[in-house]
Each structure stands twice: as structure tokens, then as C-alpha cells.
């Protein structure tokens, strides 16, 4: 079965620094997708950023983007010039490619300070 | 595009009564709604899986006989919590997939219960 580890429980950055949230997972599948989900504190699921695993070049999406270590099963997550808004939940997700069901991570909550 | 409506979105209703969860793809078909539960500071956890027309695929654990979901059309999900009791408070997201397994999955809001 497919797992995904977050190993940090709560993060804290300063207002414009840059921020590394760290995701691993275990498969033996070769076809599957990784996500970072956003949850702030209304609850509302929003996707960061998505990388498809058989692309070697890291996703990016403006201020984040991802460091993608297929070989190592690593996914993290870099904030760059972090925002106040960017407080919230992140949830590093695995999908596989051939059932389509989202496994999350633990989470990690990111405070970001003024 | 691509937005989810979720329906109500808190709910505070007496023990044994039943709810029913409205999910709703508003700009595009969903052959395929999800289901999940998280509670206070944890992880969304998967509860079901639904395709049009066919019955819900539970996960390990989950009840179908108190969590009964309907699929009925291709914008329409739904999730009935039968005789709720304080046990069942949760948030509970709908998230829903036009096409294949490699299409993203778009979230509803959430619905807060709450079962006194």
C-alpha cells in the first residue's frame, strides 16, 4: 500500500523568506501524481501544485515549486518570499495512475511571521 | 472553472436524526465523486468513491449502511448520515474527477456536523 510521511508537524517562517516543507511516500508503482494541497482555516482544499511522476523537470507555480527525487521517493515543497496569506495546512498528496484515489500526509502546519 | 459546490456547510442537528450532504460539480461533469471525513487537526481521510450510475465503493472501516451515498447524475452526489450521533461529528469534503484516474480531483467547501 502506498504511504505518504510528512515529518513535520507545524513550521515557521519569516514574512518574505523562503520556507521547505519536506513529503515522502512509498510505492511500487511506476504511474502515479504528487500534490501539495493548501488548507487555510476556513478548510477549503486548495492545490498548490501538482507534478506528474514521470516528468523529470520540477513542477513550479510562481512563489512554490518542488524539489522531486524520484529515486528517493522525496517531494518537498519551497516557498519563496512567503506571505502572510501563505499561513495554513499543507497536505503533500500521492495519486496513483491507474486507481485515482488521493493518499495524504499527516500535515504541516506553516505559521508565517510579520 | 472546474468549481464545487458543497452543501450546507455547517449543520448542527439532534442524535438520530439523519443529514443529507449535497456535492455538486456547477461547470463540468464528474464521473467520479469522493467522499472523506477529517477531524480536528488530523489528515482528510478517504471514505468512499462513487461513480455515476454505480453504487459507492467503501473504504475498509466505513459503513455503508450508516454513510449512504447516491451518485445519480453526473453533477449530483450525495452523503446521508443515517441516526447521527455525536460520534459522527466531523468535516466532511466532497471532492469530485471529470474523466480518468490522471484527472484531478476538484473540493467542495466542506460541511461541519455537528450531532448533539
Known amino acids: 500500500a502506498q504511504t505518504v510521511t510528512q515529518s513535520q508537524p507545524e513550521m515557521s517562517v519569516q514574512e518574505a523568506e523562503t520556507v521547505t516543507l519536506s513529503c515522502t511516500y512509498d510505492?511500487?508503482?511506476?504511474?502515479?501524481?504528487l500534490f501539495w494541497y493548501k488548507q487555510p482555516p476556513s478548510r477549503q482544499m486548495i492545490l498548490v501544485i501538482r507534478?506528474?511522476?514521470?516528468?523529470?523537470q520540477n513542477a513550479t507555480e510562481n512563489r512554490f515549486s518542488v524539489n522531486f527525487q524520484k529515486a528517493a521517493k522525496s517531494f518537498s515543497l519551497k516557498i519563496s518570499d512567503s506571505q502572510l496569506g501563505d499561513a495554513a495546512m499543507y497536505f503533500c498528496?500521492?495519486?496513483?495512475?491507474?486507481?485515482?484515489?488521493?493518499?495524504f500526509g499527516k500535515g504541516t502546519k506553516l505559521s508565517v511571521k510579520p | 472553472g472546474a468549481v464545487v459546490s458543497q452543501h450546507p456547510s455547517w449543520v448542527i442537528c439532534k442524535s438520530g436524526t439523519s443529514v443529507k450532504i449535497e456535492c455538486r460539480s456547477l461547470?463540468?461533469?464528474?464521473?467520479?465523486m469522493f467522499w472523506y471525513r477529517q477531524f480536528p487537526k488530523q489528515s482528510l481521510m478517504l471514505m468512499a468513491t462513487?461513480?455515476?450510475?454505480?453504487?459507492?465503493?467503501?473504504e475498509q472501516g466505513v459503513e455503508k449502511d450508516k454513510f449512504l451515498i447516491n451518485h445519480a447524475s453526473l453533477t449530483l452526489s450525495t452523503l446521508t448520515v443515517t441516526s447521527a450521533h455525536p460520534e459522527d461529528s466531523s468535516f466532511y469534503i466532497c471532492?469530485?474527477?471529470?474523466?480518468?484516474?490522471?484527472?484531478?480531483?476538484?473540493f467542495g467547501d466542506g460541511t461541519r456536523l455537528s450531532i448533539l
Open positions: 471532492s469530485a474527477r471529470a474523466g480518468g484516474n490522471n484527472q484531478p480531483q476538484h
Open positions: 510505492t511500487s508503482e511506476s504511474d502515479y501524481y
Open positions: 507534478q506528474e511522476a514521470y516528468k523529470q
Open positions: 498528496a500521492y495519486m496513483s495512475g491507474s486507481q485515482g484515489n488521493l493518499i
Open positions: 461547470d463540468f461533469q464528474a464521473t467520479t
Open positions: 462513487s461513480n455515476e450510475g454505480s453504487k459507492a465503493t467503501y
